[in-house]
């Protein structure tokens, strides 16, 4: 797969789908092998940023993204 596809989910995090790389801040690569999707933390209450570790559940986070104006 060589095209990144990456998917708003409704109340929840961004599913990131192909080759991405997630780096910190520093520029180091996080390690991501083996993982088909990767969720990215858009709520903020993540104890695993930037990942999502479905702490947006008991957040009450609310999005719901429409590409459709
Ligand atoms: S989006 Fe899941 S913990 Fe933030």
Redesign the pocket.
């Known amino acids: 797969m060589s095209e990144v596809t990456i998917r708003c989910r409704k109340d929840?995090?961004l599913i990131v789908t192909g080759p991405a790389k997630v780096t910190d801040t520093d520029g180091n690569e996080y390690d991501t092998s083996g993982k088909e999707n990767i969720?990215l933390?858009?709520?903020?209450?993540?104890g695993n940023r930037p990942f999502?570790?479905?702490?947006?559940r008991a957040s009450g986070?609310q999005s719901d993204d429409s590409a459709r104006a």
């Open positions: 929840g995090p969720a933390c858009r709520c903020g209450v993540s999502c570790d479905g702490s947006h986070f």
